[in-house]
Nanobody, 122 residues
Framework: QVQLVESGGGLVQAGGSLRLSCAAS????????MGWFRQAPGKEREFVAG??????RYADSVKGRFTISRDNAKMTVYLQMNSLKPDDTAVYYC?????????????????WGKGTQVTISS
């Protein structure tokens, strides 16, 4: 059974930084798509960033501020978030999909973590 466990969320002031981590287990990881989605209260879950074996992709709202990376040996995906804004406040979910196709909609995700809260104060 695949498990994704997020860590690194918290409360920071606007302009600050956080790094989220997602540790995967239960499946060979290196060839899969991995990504981050987020969901704010009253809003749908939205794509934030994704990574496969050859490329990365970002939502327009986070380009230039967030960086996704992976360490296949540790089966871990990271999301470095800089220049944080109050609009970035949400629960951030780690996401995985079998195979390497980039996924930008929640319906295309095979595996979800339980989420980690990120709160940005103004």
């Amino acid at each position: 059974q695949v498990q994704l466990v997020e860590s690194g969320g918290g409360l920071v002031q606007a302009g600050g930084s956080l790094r989220l981590s997602c540790a995967a287990s239960g499946r060979t990881f290196s060839s899969d798509f991995m990504g981050w989605f987020r969901q704010a209260p009253g809003k749908e879950r939205e794509f934030v960033a994704g990574i496969n074996w050859s490329s990365t992709r970002y939502a327009d709202s986070v380009k230039g501020r967030f960086t996704i990376s992976r360490d296949n040996a540790k089966m871990t995906v990271y999301l470095q978030m800089n220049s944080l804004k109050p609009d970035d406040t949400a629960v951030y979910y780690c996401a995985g999909r079998r195979g390497g196709s980039m996924v930008t909609i929640a319906g295309g995700v095979d595996f979800w973590g339980k989420g980690t809260q990120v709160t940005i104060s103004s």
